[in-house]
Every structure is written in structure tokens, then in C-alpha cells.
């Protein structure tokens, strides 16, 4: 059974790029949700997607967007990326069953470098 | 206020002793509560989930629920050099039926 997969696994980039990250679910999960994890703290969720719509949306600007395809994979893309995107990313997958109940499992995450 | 509190430790046990992890949060319709272990450079492992008040028990893992008191604490009994991590508590609020709010972690000792 496959788990949650991403990548890269690393990234390096310069401020002001534009980055892609991919997303694959766990075998039979249909809902992505993505996460950021500074150094030191707990992840904050981005956004999540859902029947290939953001359903929901964290405290993040404009400059994250996202997508979901047919077969439940996403992307994550950062915009005009500034120093302190630089964080492990982190994507989740679940079965849309229950919202309130329904488990998250991550993948392996992808640590973008701004520099 | 820190939506999910949680003490940043480092909590240092003894092999083989009970490891208790304590998590605060605020919003009172939070509906479910998780338990992550992250493992330095490493992404958040499930280690347990629950939903009603009391306790629940998975192996080694105790999780304990206090909606009255917004409190939810994790019990590892016997506890290993290999439990030596980082341990998240989460929460999915009443009007944020979808995102994980998570605490900062409490990082986890465990002496041989």
C-alpha cells in the first residue's frame, strides 16, 4: 500500500523564483491538504483540496496556490519566494468521510532553501 | 492566547518509565484531537487519534481527553530510547472543520 509521496525531497532557490512541489496521496485518499513547518515549530496548514477545488484556506497570501488533478495529486506553487519561505513543506492526505474526524497521514516533505 | 499549547521541553525520562505529554487548546468546539511523533529531519508520524472524552489506549499509548478542561495528554508507558522525538498535538476546531492547528511539540528525552 503506498504511502503519501512529494517531491523533490530538497530544494534550493533564489528570492524572487518560483517553485513547484508535488504531491501524491496514499492509495485510496482523495483530499490533500498542504502544510508549512518552520524550524522549531509546528506545521500550518495552507490550504486543502477537494474534488480538484481549494476547500479550505490557512493564513497565507496570494503568493501559494495550489492544485489538485483527477487522480488526487496536487501542487504547491510559491510565488516571488521571499527568505522566509524557506520551510519543510509538507503534504497530507486523507479520505474525505468525515471532516471533523477524518485522519491526515504526510508524506516524506520537501525542504525548499531560500536563499 | 496560542490556539494548541503545548511545553516545549526537552521532557527527559528514564528508560522504562511513563513519559506523560500534555496539550492545551483553546477553541471549546475543538471536535478532534491527534497525536503526531516527529523524529528530527524527519514528517509528522500518526501515533493516535481521539474523539470523545476519557481515555484510549494503543499499545504503549494512552491518549486522555478533557473537553471540560480543553486538555488532552498522551501517556507513553515504558518508554524506549526510540520514543526520543518530537511529539505534536493537533486539533480540529469546530469552525475549521477541515486544518490541523498544531502546537509547537514538546521535544522527548528518553535516558538509557
Known amino acids: 500500500d503506498a504511502g503519501v509521496t512529494q517531491s523533490p525531497t530538497h530544494l534550493i532557490k533564489t528570492r524572487g523564483q518560483q517553485v513547484t512541489l508535488r504531491c501524491s496521496p496514499k492509495?485510496?485518499?482523495?483530499?490533500v491538504s498542504w502544510y508549512q513547518q518552520a524550524l522549531g515549530q509546528g506545521p500550518q496548514f495552507i490550504f486543502q483540496?477537494?474534488?480538484?477545488?481549494?476547500?479550505q484556506r490557512g493564513n497565507f497570501p496570494d503568493r501559494f496556490s495550489g492544485h489538485q488533478f483527477p487522480n488526487y495529486s496536487s501542487e504547491l506553487n510559491v510565488n516571488a519566494l521571499l527568505l522566509g519561505d524557506s520551510a519543510l513543506y509538507l503534504c497530507?492526505?486523507?479520505?474525505?468521510?468525515?471532516?471533523?474526524?477524518?485522519?491526515?497521514?504526510f508524506g516524506p516533505g520537501t525542504r525548499l532553501t531560500v536563499l | 492566547q496560542k490556539e494548541v499549547e503545548q511545553n516545549s521541553g526537552p521532557l527527559s525520562v528514564p528508560e522504562g518509565a511513563i513519559a506523560s505529554l500534555n496539550c492545551t487548546y483553546s477553541?471549546?468546539?475543538?471536535?478532534?484531537f491527534f497525536w503526531y511523533r516527529q523524529y528530527s529531519g524527519k514528517s509528522p508520524e500518526l501515533i493516535m487519534f481521539i474523539y470523545s472524552n476519557g481515555d484510549k489506549e494503543d499499545g504503549r499509548f494512552t491518549a486522555q481527553l478533557n473537553k471540560a478542561s480543553q486538555y488532552v495528554s498522551l501517556l507513553i508507558r515504558d518508554s524506549q530510547p526510540s520514543d526520543s522525538a518530537t511529539y505534536l498535538c493537533?486539533?480540529?476546531?469546530?469552525?475549521?472543520?477541515?486544518?490541523?492547528?498544531f502546537g509547537s511539540g514538546t521535544r522527548l528525552l528518553v535516558r538509557p
Open positions: 497530507a492526505s486523507s479520505l474525505d468521510r468525515n471532516p471533523s474526524t477524518d485522519t491526515q497521514y
Open positions: 477553541d471549546r468546539g475543538s471536535q478532534s
Open positions: 493537533a486539533v480540529i476546531g469546530m469552525d475549521s472543520s477541515y486544518k490541523l492547528i
Open positions: 483540496y477537494y474534488e480538484e477545488e481549494e476547500r
Open positions: 492509495s485510496g485518499h482523495d483530499t
